[in-house]
C-alpha cells in the first residue's frame, strides 16, 4: 500500500474516531459501545419497542400510526392480524385514539366486529363530521357500530345538515357504548343521537343530545333488537317534535338511572320517552316532557321509582308503575 | 507540510465532511447526520426512543404475536415482578405502585396455572370482551387453591374477563372459582367472571376482608355437565368478616343443585343495583338469589329472582329497600328489614 494512502486511512480514523468514539465538546449524533447519543445529550442503549402490543395501534395527530380513524379501520390488516386472519376468533384488536378533535368530514367510521374504539375521555377525544342521507339508517350515521365490539371515552359529534343525521347507528349484536358523549346537532330534519336496531345492545354512562328541525330524537330503539341503557342524560330539543327515548316494535328496553328529557317551545311535541315495545323496565329514573313524561304501550311495562315530569300517555290498564312521583314528589300511579 | 501531513488532513476532512456535513449512507438508505437518523420510510429520529410505557408498567401480549420484549402470560409477568416493577431496590415501596397492561387477546393459562397478584400491583386489561383469561383450575377446597385469579391487597383489577375452564381440566378436584381474594382494600371493576362443571363452582370468593366490587359480570353453571346433580354454584360468595361492597352488578347460578347467586357468611354485605339470578335450565333445583346464612345485608335498588327464594333474610338487622323480589321472601326475624320492595305485580312485599 502506498504511504500516503495509510497516512489518509490513518487520519480518517483519526477524524472519524472522534466523531463517533470520544465525548465532544457539544453534542451531535454519535455512536458509542453503549448505544446511539443524539444531539439532545439523550442516549439510547436498546432496540426501540413499538409504542403499542400487536393488534392496537395509535391514532393521533401526531406521533400516532394514523391521523384518522377511519383511515385507521380502512388499514386494519395492517395492524389488527393474528394468524393471517383478521379479527379470528377469539382475538381482539383496540384501536386507541389520543386527545384531540378528529374531523371526519362526511366520511363514515364504520366499526368492525372485535375492534374496540378506545378514546381518551369524553370531551378529550372528540370525533367531528357532518353525516347525512335522504333517509335514518344506515346511511345517515357518522358511526357505525358492530357486532360485539366496544366504544368508550369519547366524544361523538355529527353536524350533518341535510334530511337525515344521526351520531351512532348500530343493527348488530352486542355492541356497546360506554362512557361517552353523542352530540347531532347540525339542524337536519330528522336528527338522532343513537338508533339502535341491533340485539342485546348495552349503553352506560352515556350523554346523548339531539337538535333539529323537525323530529328530534334522543335513542331511538326499533326492530327486534333489545338494549340496556344505564346512568344516561339523553335529551332532544328543537324539533316540532322531539322525543328523549323511543322504543318502536323491540323486545326490550331497560333504563336505570337515565334522565331522559325533552324540551318543547310554542306548538312542539316534546315526549320523555315512548313506547310501542314489549318488555320496558324503567327504574330510578326521570322522564321529563310537556307533552308526555311517558308513553307507555304494554301492561307488563314497569316503571319504579320514577319521577314523571308530565302527563302519562297511551296507559294501558292494569298497573304498571310503582313509587312513580311528579316534580313535586306527590304519587304518580300508572 | 509534508505529504504525509496533507494526506491525513484531507483524510480527516473527507471524513469529518460526510460525517458532520451531509447526510452519510450507511446501509440500505439508513441515513445518519449530526442532528440524529433518516430511516428508510422517510422518518426521522432526533432523540432516544422512549420505552413505551413509563416505568413499573409493562404488557402481556398474545404469545406470537411478534412482540418478543413483553410478556406473553401474565402469570410470567408476575413471576417475573422485579424485572419491570421496581423503584430503589425494594419492589412496590410504600405509595409506588405498578400496573401491569393486557393487551386485547385470549391468555390460556398453562396447566393448572394461577394468577397471584401482588400488593399495590394492578392488573389492567382492554375491556371484558377484549381481554380474556382462562384458567383450568380446581382444588380439594374451596380456598385459594381452586381459584384462577388471587386477589391482593391495595390492588386493583379491571378491564377484562377470568373464566375457569374447569371442564377442560387435567387435574381433578371437586371445587374452582374463578377470583379468590383475602386481601383487604382489593378491588374488582368493570370484570367479567365465569366458572363452568365443577362440583363446587364459586364465581368470586371474598374471604374474611373489606373489599369493592363495581361492574360486575358473573356467570357460574353446572350446564356443561349436569350428570353432576350434587352440584354447588355460587356466584359471589362472602365468606368472614369484612365489609364487603357490590355495585352495578350481573349474577348469574344456574344448572346447580344448588344455585345462589349471591351467599353471605358472616360478611357485612352491601348491594346497589344488582341483578341476582338463580335458575335452573336443567330441572328442579334450588334457586336462591341472595343467600343470608350469618352476615349482614344492606341490599338497594335490585332485583333478585329465585324460583325458590328471592332472599333469606339472615338478620335482624338487614336492610333491603327499593328491591323487587321475583321469587319467595324467607324471613324468620320479628324485626322490620324492608322498604319499598315489590313483587312482579309491583304489589308491596314487605319483610
Known sequence: ?334 | MSRCRLAALFGGVLLSSMAFSAPMPVVNGLMLDPDGIHFKDSSFQHTAALPPLPANMTWVVPADSGYDHYFTSPVDALDHLSEWCALGDVIVPVRARCTLMIAPGTYDLEGDQQIIMHEKVDIIGMGPSSTIIRGFVNGSAWDETSAVLRGAADAALRNLTVANYVFLASTSGDHSSAIYNDGAGFRVNDVSVSVNGNDRNYGIINNGVDATYTDLDIQVTNIWDPSKPSALCFGFWARGPGSVEINRAEVVAEGCSDSTAIQDNGANLRLVRIHANANCPNGSCGANAVWNASGVLTILNSRLEGASRSITIGSDSDRIINTHFNGPVIDVFPGTQCRGTYGNSLGDVPC
Open chain 1, 1 to 334: 500500500m502506498p504511504r500516503f494512502l495509510v497516512t489518509l486511512f490513518l487520519g480518517s480514523f483519526l477524524l472519524s474516531g472522534s466523531a463517533f468514539c470520544a465525548e465532544p465538546s457539544s453534542y451531535s449524533l454519535g455512536l458509542f459501545s453503549y448505544g446511539i447519543r443524539f444531539p439532545d445529550g439523550t442516549g439510547q442503549d436498546t432496540a426501540a419497542l413499538p409504542s403499542l402490543p400487536a393488534n392496537m395501534a395509535w391514532v393521533a395527530h401526531a406521533g400516532g400510526k394514523y391521523t384518522s380513524p377511519v383511515d385507521a379501520m380502512a388499514h386494519l390488516a395492517d395492524w389488527c392480524v393474528l394468524g393471517g386472519n383478521v379479527v379470528p376468533v377469539d382475538a381482539r384488536c383496540t384501536l386507541l385514539i389520543a386527545p384531540g378533535i378528529y374531523e371526519l368530514g362526511a366520511d363514515q367510521l364504520i366499526m368492525r366486529a372485535g375492534v374496540d374504539i378506545v378514546g381518551m375521555g369524553v370531551r378529550t377525544t372528540v370525533l367531528s363530521g357532518a353525516v347525512d342521507s335522504a333517509a335514518l339508517g344506515e346511511e345517515s350515521a357518522l358511526i357505525r357500530g358492530a357486532d360485539h365490539t366496544t366504544l368508550r371515552d369519547l366524544t361523538v359529534v355529527n353536524a350533518g345538515a341535510q334530511h337525515a343525521s344521526s351520531g351512532i347507528y348500530n343493527v348488530e349484536l352486542s355492541f356497546i357504548i360506554k362512557h361517552a358523549e353523542v352530540v347531532v346537532s347540525g339542524n337536519a330534519s330528522l336528527s338522532t343521537g343513537i338508533e339502535n336496531k341491533g340485539f342485546g345492545s348495552k349503553f352506560s354512562d352515556i350523554t346523548v343530545s339531539a337538535t333539529g328541525l323537525t323530529d328530534c330524537v334522543g335513542i331511538r330503539n326499533t326492530g327486534n333488537g333489545s338494549i340496556i341503557i344505564n346512568r344516561a342524560s339523553i335529551s332532544a330539543s328543537g324539533c316540532a317534535k322531539n322525543t328523549a327515548i323511543t322504543n318502536l316494535n323491540a323486545v326490550g328496553l331497560r333504563l336505570a338511572d337515565v334522565d331522559a328529557s325533552a324540551t318543547a317551545t310554542g306548538a312542539q311535541r316534546a315526549v320523555g320517552l315512548w313506547s310501542s315495545g314489549s318488555g320496558l323496565t324503567v327504574l330510578d329514573s326521570k322522564l321529563e316532557g310537556a307533552t308526555y313524561s311517558l308513553g307507555i304501550g304494554s301492561t307488563s311495562a314497569r316503571i319504579i321509582n320514577t319521577q314523571l315530569d308530565g302527563p302519562v300517555g297511551a296507559n294501558s290498564a292494569g298497573t304498571q308503575c310503582w313509587g312513580t312521583y311528579d316534580s313535586n314528589l306527590a304519587d304518580r300511579g300508572c
